[in-house]
């Protein structure tokens, strides 16, 4: 029963039947007409999606490879940049600014924090020669579950000239962030997280105040290069023979994304998050974000009660009830587990997820009662749900 | 009947039902067990067609970006390199490594003659200070369909200490290359030419010498840092999330390609190229590569003739006879055109590539009798295949 595994890791996430078909087709020449029609079709839907006027552009990437064409295109050896840090993804931004030799000035915040918009304030108040070049920051930490306040962020810069980088790689489609109004510079996105998509495919926009200091930027990178996206885009097409298959594949997700509306989406999230939160609760767990509004709508982390061992739990879910879920990152490995709630999931699907962990903490002697983690996520649905006439 | 179309552009190729069939399947955490036995397996296949002992390195990216990884793990600002260029990919090296800051040594050989092992061999004995730190050059251009000798050119560089990097893109499982026997440094591959594959997956190896240069190396490049790939590899993964639907593609295609059998392989594209080679001069049209020994197995390059609107020609062969070619690229454009014979293509397409041509000249005025090439085509076929009993 493979294919009937949930997978609810936070990416790659499950991919409806509906793209696997889309995808499933005989290539396409990547400079025919017909091509061109999809890239047209899907820079417009991608547009939607991001809530911007500005063109978004495609890259053939992993996530990884959109941070990196985030810091190049802007950032040059010597300058200075303020990187806020919740987790493994904002030290992936301080690691590929110091890389090619930018002056990084760091901000780890507590496990389970989310960045505080205040520090950024203070920091940039304090630059008085305004020789911070940018901001970057995630909206969504992967690795912790955690959700930054880009509003607010954007907010505390005031008027500081620093550009606001930020990765949205796990955010975009799954909490509201309208890019050209809340003003920030420089937004990616990956394919294999809300997009519902295979990993293969990054995404990331930019303002015109973005485009001026790419103007000044010596960028050493050549695939990642966004000027060339953005000559080629203007007719319809990319730099470099672009990963056919998962454009047509995006071409459906986004039609399905629009069709259930950004609206409608948010708030299934944020069902999703409440199913978790309150369930794993339920069960005895600590959540790792204690705080709500820090609390990611597409990923709820959870740290293992003492005594528990993280394989042990992953191991059983998969091989007893076909659920495969998380664990922590580097130095976070065996500590916290992670449920991802992002992608093609229902609640349905975080229910039985649920069910999952509480027979396998039961099996392990975490649990005395089974159906208290069930009816609390019950009891989630049918309070977005209603009552049956 | 657009999923019957005969695509011979030179990549993206057409891929295989089987490679379609594997690849729209459920996605797969790409840190679990069962991807790792994937990642395994591949791997081991992977150096099988590269005919190496060395491991190959999976990049989710496109080729371009295997060619920067090619570039960059290796050469540092001020380091001198000599490059090869055929065509359009031996000049992107030539830009990619001006690009960090290399200083180029540039050779260009005029179009339609391969690299000349006599001229690399001169430049790298009168390098006394041995200053020059690679060779570039493509194993197979793919803009103007030369097959350069790469033995010939390992063999001239003598005892010169510089690496070779070569791009095999297009040329990987087309034409031979046992990659240690014959000594390359550094090979890259791309997924979407032989390897029968959608675009965004590029493979690529190296020598125990290119290592020890990468140790010296102050790569500025994250994404494409192959210390990462290594070390990744070593625990069958990927440094970041890869393009886990095509590599799903990738296991069933080496499956394919290895139960071909590389040596057929290599004659069944020999005889594609005398199909297209004789064929297209039947039809009175003149090739770009005269040298049969310098002509690609992969692709043919054909001169436009002389009053002929390549335009008008590609429109015909795609409306009336659904056969998609490729036109030239850059300053080549409109005036050479290619056929791709390359991927999943068999002898009949190429005489149905033919015919479609021929049909589509006759319209235009520039053939006046049918039947002559597809004829050629015929005798090609039955000059390997044999006659009857």
């Known amino acids: 029963m493979y294919e009937k595994q949930l997978l609810l890791i936070p990416g790659p996430t499950m991919v409806p039947p509906r793209v696997l078909r889309a995808m499933a087709v005989p290539p396409v020449g990547h400079r025919s007409q017909k091509f061109s029609q999809v890239v047209r079709e899907v820079s417009q839907n991608l547009k ?47 690691k590929i600014n110091a890389r090619i030799g930018a002056e990084v000035i760091r901000k780890d915040f507590e496990l389970g924090k989310s960045a505080d918009p205040e520090l950024v304030k203070e920091i940039l108040t304090e630059d008085k ?13 992967t690795a912790t579950g955690i959700l930054n306040n880009i509003k607010a962020i954007k907010e505390a810069m005031g008027n500081h000239p620093a550009l606001l980088i930020v990765d949205s790689i796990s955010g975009m489609a799954v909490a509201d962030f309208p890019v050209d109004e809340w003003g920030a510079d420089v ?14 495919l990054a995404f990331i926009t930019l303002s015109e105040k973005a485009w001026k200091v790419n103007e000044t930027c010596k960028n050493y990178n050549y695939y990642f290069d ?3 996206a953005k000559k080629n885009l203007a007719q319809d097409t990319t730099p470099y023979t672009p990963a056919t298959s998962l454009i047509l594949g995006l071409q459906e997700s986004l039609n399905i994304l629009l069709e259930e509306g950004l609206e409608n989406i948010y708030k299934k999230q944020q069902m999703f998050k409440e199913i978790v939160r309150e369930a794993v609760q339920a069960l005895g767990l600590e959540l790792v974000v204690k705080d709500e509004k820090a609390a990611s709508p597409a990923i709820t982390a959870v740290k293992v009660p003492e005594g528990l061992v993280w394989k042990d739990l992953n191991k059983l ?20 587990f992670r449920i991802g709630h992002i992608g093609y999931v229902q609640d349905m ?8 962990l509480e027979m396998a903490l039961f099996q392990l002697g975490f649990v005395k009662d089974l159906g208290r983690g069930v009816r609390v996520c019950q009891e989630v649905i049918l309070r977005y749900k209603g009552e049956t006439k």
Chains 1, 2 share one sequence.
Do not use: C, H, W
């Open 48 to 94: 939607k999606v991001f809530q911007t006027e500005r063109d978004v552009y495609i890259l053939t990437a992993s996530g990884t490879g959109a941070m990196e064409a985030a810091v190049t295109n802007f950032i040059n050896p010597g300058d200075k940049v303020l990187v806020l840090v919740n987790g493994k993804f904002g030290d992936r931004f301080a």
């Open 129 to 141: 020669g305004q020789e911070i070049k940018a901001v970057f920051v995630q909206q969504n930490e």
């Open 187 to 200: 937004v990616i996105a990956g394919s294999q997280k809300a997009f519902m998509l295979p990993p293969g």
């Open 226 to 228: 966004l000027k060339a």
């Open 317 to 336: 879910m998969l091989t007893n009830f076909n659920v495969e879920i998380a664990g922590g990152q580097d130095e976070l490995k065996g500590k916290i």
């Open 349 to 356: 699907d975080l229910l039985t997820a649920i069910a999952a």
